[in-house]
């Protein structure tokens, strides 16, 4: 057998049995680049639904502080009765 025969066995038998599966530079570049537009594109639903989120306590939040106004108001007008009426 000769060296080149014996090396190319090797090699084969190296290849097999690492179990790694051959993967050229760009399809493991494509793969990586679609990976990372899939996780951008999440990203944006993701900041978008944080947005709205936001918007929506930040609504919440005035309309609770309105509604503390007026019972802060209301509270106001019943003890000016109460000193009326004592």
Same mark, same amino acid.
């Given at each position: 057998?000769?060296?080149?025969?014996?090396?190319?066995?090797? #090699?084969?038998?190296? #290849? !097999?049995?690492? #179990?790694?599966?051959?993967?050229?530079? /760009?399809? /493991?570049?494509?793969?990586?680049?679609?990976?990372?537009?899939?996780?951008?594109?999440? /990203?944006?639903?993701?900041?978008?639904?944080?947005?709205?989120?936001?918007?929506?306590?930040?609504?919440?939040?005035?309309?609770?502080?309105?509604?503390?106004?007026?019972?802060?108001?209301?509270?106001?007008?019943?003890?000016?009765?109460?000193? !009326?009426?004592?």
């Amino acid at each position: 057998m000769s060296a080149f025969t014996l090396f190319v066995v090797v #090699g084969l038998a190296c #290849g !097999i049995v690492t #179990g790694e599966p051959a993967c050229s530079k /760009f399809d /493991f570049e494509e793969k990586t680049l679609q990976k990372l537009v899939r996780m951008e594109f999440n /990203f944006e639903k993701v900041l978008e639904e944080f947005n709205e989120v936001k918007q929506r306590v930040a609504d919440n939040s005035k309309e609770l502080q309105d509604e503390r106004k007026t019972l802060e108001d209301a509270r106001q007008n019943m003890q000016v009765m109460k000193f !009326i009426d004592a």
